[in-house]
């Protein structure tokens, strides 16, 4: 699931940018599951940021007393991740908030024309960059957080898709997705089997223990090929 938040003091435009987006998801991304949420101050945002995992910040410039780009420093600092689109009546604030790196920058009066574009460009790029993968056919896709997710496999005609919350059997193939998900952090223990190294906890010869206390066992064909890739992975993410 996708989480998105508005940050912006005027509540009418808020309610606008709020039925924009739904508008646009429902449009545009329907297989995609998104959580909408709207505050009017730095402070509600940054309690926002605190006590929930968010991937977008639709932040307007000045938000009464507030300096959107002193709460978008705080945002960079502390939540890296967090992709930030600013949306503002500012026309000349464009080459100053590059220093924020923004994945868009709307201007209100330009609202209908500008915000469908930076939208599409904010969701697309989440779905590629490692953050999030689709699963599924035609318009039976859903999405999932990486780091949410421990193991995909093959069942049948389908794929199994284990989170902590839920099992998930959608129509598709592992084999369908085998590169994203190598980039993703996943790797291939068996034929249709592939286990986020995130979650690896142990590793015993051909025996995995992952954190959950879920045991796995690694085919001896995909043995070597395990323990390259996994080895690298500890050294990048300092295990």
């Known amino acids: 699931m996708i989480k998105m938040v508005i940050c ?3 509540e009418n435009f808020c309610i606008q940018e709020k039925n924009t987006i739904i508008h646009i998801m429902e449009k545009e991304f329907a297989e995609i599951d998104y959580e909408l949420l709207c505050c009017t101050s730095g402070y509600e945002l940054t309690d926002l940021l605190n006590n929930a995992e968010i991937d977008v910040v639709f932040l307007d410039i000045e938000l009464g007393k507030e300096d959107g780009f002193k709460i978008a420093n705080v945002i960079r600092k502390k939540y890296e991740n967090i992709s930030i689109v ?6 000349n604030l464009v080459y100053d908030s590059f220093e924020y790196r923004p994945l868009g920058y709307v201007r209100k009066r330009l609202f209908s024309k500008e915000f469908g574009m930076a939208m599409i460009r904010v969701i697309k790029l989440l779905t590629k960059n490692g953050t999030f993968i689709v699963m599924g056919e035609l318009r039976h896709k859903r999405i999932f957080r990486v780091n949410e997710v421990y193991l ?3 069942y049948r005609h389908d794929v ?3 989170t902590e919350k839920e099992e998930v059997q959608i129509r598709d193939k592992v084999n369908n997705h085998v590169e994203e998900l190598t980039l993703a952090g996943f790797i291939e223990i068996n034929r249709g089997v592939m286990v986020n190294m995130r979650y690896i906890d142990k590793v015993d010869k051909y025996n995995i223990l992952l954190l959950n206390k879920k045991k796995m066992t690694i085919s001896r064909n995909y043995y070597k090929n395990f323990k390259q890739k996994y080895e690298f992975f500890k050294v990048l993410n300092n295990n």
Do not use: M, R
Request: net charge negative.
């Open 160 to 162: 199994i898709i284990s």
């Open 8 to 10: 912006d003091d005027d």
């Open 152 to 154: 995909i496999q093959n």
């Open 86 to 91: 600013f949306v503002t009546t500012y026309d």
